[in-house]
């Protein structure tokens, strides 16, 4: 999060793969309401008197009310804010903030009657407030509250809480304010790629009797990368073969932007029409590109049809029943996910419409028909904006929970989708990577699904700076399973994040995509074996052509190979026949 009111810094990483040496970053969370809250991250910080071992020393009353200290049946220690009268009446500490630094905020909360939402807000020298992070806290139970703020400038903060419910007292504990360099965040990720996206391999030459081949030639190349990242295509690809010749050799993995959409595929009632949709997937599955399924239906009205809208309750769901029937039948074993009910955070269509448990029973019948493949809830701001408060991670997961708690739904394969629509200049890096935390905490598989990226003045370096920072930071994120780009070239009417213009050369932003599509993938590498036969070697996970070349006859043995997680640190004996 950046100060408001002031001209955003444009952070800039470099390509350097030198490591600054930086305190680990903490990618721990939990969306769970827990009895005892869990330790201060990073041991507080630059937090005085976190844990409140020391009581309440170090923090004062913001105000008006009170501050006590509880204790639990345990013997924990916290803090309690009560008497209050105003939403920020709470407690306080003073910190200093250094310009160009991120601050990794965590705090554990509750409330002590029913449940609201909490917030994090840093009050400047100046007056500014900065929210810096929320959660809906809840009473007997605590909550972590993870967020943090970007430094414009230097100076001095404290660290408040806002509830809206001032009758509640607010309880905290184990509070943590961590300070990193820009350089120390980019070495996270690249720490956290080496750790999610790499494993190191030895592979030794052997003739067919056991001995190892001295000096034997390793040419190694990858082949096909198992992390899906992709990009949107549109009706345009059908009739263009530059946008084919530019799309096919980048991208594996695609969504298109409207053409299976309800509107798409069924403009007048009763008259279905697949035509253009069917034609995109002959396509890609000719170029061996793997489809998300977007959507089954749009929980926003603004995006029904005119006929759909004036449609009776009865009337709807019989057309929504013949509507998801059509299109997962249709497409079941070609799509490798579903977008079942989109946006369903914001917009509540269908439930207004045909009840509260409208959404969780399409999830159900989409299961029905298509068991095998992964259900998705697709929602926007959730890591994008902080101050979205319907869309926050918790929020998130409590309607995701819903639907899959509904009868019938407990077998589904469940997929976190996160759209990535940032319109708003610089990208709060803070809060995408502790939602990504949050949400990562349950397990499930997140994909970023509609990634783009805009910016008021149209600078396109600058538009291609912040791109490869969101996409940096999903791609190192160890919750994050797969990313797809909502752009493409000016001739398919792109209009946001624009990749190649009208002659399909590359924009700035074509240039980071293409940067980062060459540096996720191992380079062809020739190698030369010890005097074991061996080598060492760290690869991407995904498929490998590998070449053995016999130094003596010079002849040439091929292999294949799969990098996984689950084989680094493995010895792989390939046996060459002399």
Known sequence: MVFRGFSPLHLSFTDAVCRIHAVSYDYSATTECLIEPQRAQYGGGIITNPDFTHGIQGWTVFGQGAVKEGISNSGNRYIVAHGRSHPLDSISQQVQLEKGKLYSFSAWVQINGGRGNVAAVFKMSHGELVRGGHVTAR????????????????????ILFESKNTEAEIWVDNVSLQPFTMEQWRSHQDESIDKERLGKVRFEARYANGTAIEGAGFSIKQTKSDFPFGCSM???????????????????YTTFTNEMKWS?????????????????????????????????????????????????????????????????????????????????????????????????EYYARAYQLDPSTTMFMNEYNTIEDSRDEKANPLNYMTKLDEILSYPGNQGISAGIGLQGHFNSGQPDLLHMRTALDS???????????????????????????????????????????GIIMFAGPANAEFDKTVLADKDFKNTPAGDVVDKLIDEWKFQTKEIKADGKGSIEIPLFHGDYNITVKDPVSSSLTAFSYKMTKEVTGDTVHLRINA
């Open 139 to 158: 009473n007997g139970c605590w909550s972590l509250l993870k967020g943090g703020v970007y430094a414009n400038i230097s100076s001095r903060a404290e």
């Open 234 to 252: 549109n009706y345009h690809i059908l009739s263009s073969t530059d946008y084919q010749n530019w799309f096919v050799p980048r991208f594996r």
């Open 264 to 360: 798409s595929t069924e403009k007048i009632q009763g008259q279905e029409n697949y035509t253009v949709a069917d034609a995109m997937v002959s396509f890609a599955q000719q170029n061996s590109i793997s489809i998300r399924g977007h959507n089954i239906f749009w929980a926003n009205e603004n995006f029904q049809s005119e006929w759909v809208k004036n449609l009776t309750p009865d009337e709807l769901r019989k057309a929504a029943e013949q509507r998801i029937e059509s299109v997962v039948s249709k497409y079941k074993g070609k799509v490798i996910a579903w977008d079942v009910m989109n946006e369903n955070l914001h917009y509540h269509f269908f439930e207004d419409k045909l009840g509260e448990n409208a959404s969780a």
């Open 439 to 481: 949400l990562g905490s349950t397990g499930l598989p997140i994909w970023l699904t509609e990634v783009n990226v805009v910016v008021d003045d149209k600078n396109q370096t600058v538009q291609a700076e912040y791109l490869e920072q969101v996409l940096r930071e999903g791609y190192s994120h160890p919750a994050v399973k």
